[in-house]
T-cell receptor, first 115, second 115 residues
Framework: QQQVKQSPQSLIVQKGGISIINCAYENTAFDYFPWYQQFPGKGPALLIAIRPDVSEKKEGRFTISFNKSAKQFSLHIMDSQPGDSATYFCAASITPRVGSYQLTFGKGTKLSVIP | DTGVSQNPRHKITKRGQNVTFRCDPISEHNRLYWYRQTLGQGPEFLTYFQNEAQLEKSRLLSDRFSAERPKGSFSTLEIQRTEQGDSAMYLC?????????????FGDGTRLSIL
């Protein structure tokens, strides 16, 4: 059972446009939702993260919108640039009493920003 | 911050051989994670160390897999009697625990190809 569902699988956006990637989760115990960016041959790099006590978080051109009742969250990339072309992963984790903060990832969205 | 370092970057081996990967986390990080990423998928959690103690293992980690973190610094992941299905990118991540959990920082992975 896939606990974090991500869409779309791929996305093509014109330079300067807005890229929107959506994720939905099942487990209401999740309380930390990061987005990672991955370039070919590289490991995932943390972009931005949110906790359920806020509905939106913005860092530069990247914004996370969070809807707790719908169990959905999304990444918006404003003024998309060719350098943003990468694969984006949403993830979720649970704050444990003991143990790990293991991340559960979506399947990824391959973003292509065309000039 | 020198980042998480993984070696080797690529490993090609014949089916049935043993392989070992190494991860050097960010120096002050006491938490270390191993994930596996197959083509077109998000990373999947394999195992977790807090200092030198291996506290969690995923059911994905068969008996052929073993991980160590002998002095709470670097970690190794060994796969015995490799199979075709072991072909994947093996990612290491580390994090610190200061005021709550810090973000997980990923290395660039070891890509394993089984002939």
């Amino acid at each position: 059972q896939q606990q974090v569902k991500q869409s779309p699988q791929s996305l093509i956006v014109q330079k300067g446009g807005i890229s929107i990637i959506n994720c939905a989760y099942e487990n209401t115990a999740f309380d930390y939702f990061p987005w990672y960016q991955q370039f070919p041959g590289k490991g995932p790099a943390l972009l931005i993260a949110i906790r359920p006590d806020v509905s939106e978080k913005k860092e530069g051109r990247f914004t996370i919108s969070f809807n707790k009742s719908a169990k959905q969250f999304s990444l918006h990339i404003m003024d998309s640039q060719p350098g943003d072309s990468a694969t984006y992963f949403c993830a979720a984790s649970i704050t444990p009493r003991v143990g790990s903060y293991q991340l559960t990832f979506g399947k990824g969205t391959k973003l292509s920003v065309i000039p | 911050d020198t980042g998480v370092s993984q070696n080797p970057r690529h490993k090609i081996t014949k089916r049935g051989q043993n392989v070992t990967f190494r991860c050097d986390p960010i120096s002050e990080h006491n938490r270390l994670y191993w994930y596996r990423q197959t083509l077109g998928q998000g990373p999947e959690f394999l195992t977790y160390f807090q200092n030198e103690a291996q506290l969690e293992k995923s059911r994905l980690l068969s008996d052929r897999f073993s991980a160590e973190r002998p002095k709470g610094s670097f970690s190794t992941l060994e796969i015995q009697r490799t199979e075709q299905g072991d072909s994947a990118m093996y990612l290491c991540a580390s994090s610190s625990r200061g005021q709550g959990e810090g973000p997980q920082h990923f290395g660039d992975g070891t890509r394993l190809s089984i002939l």
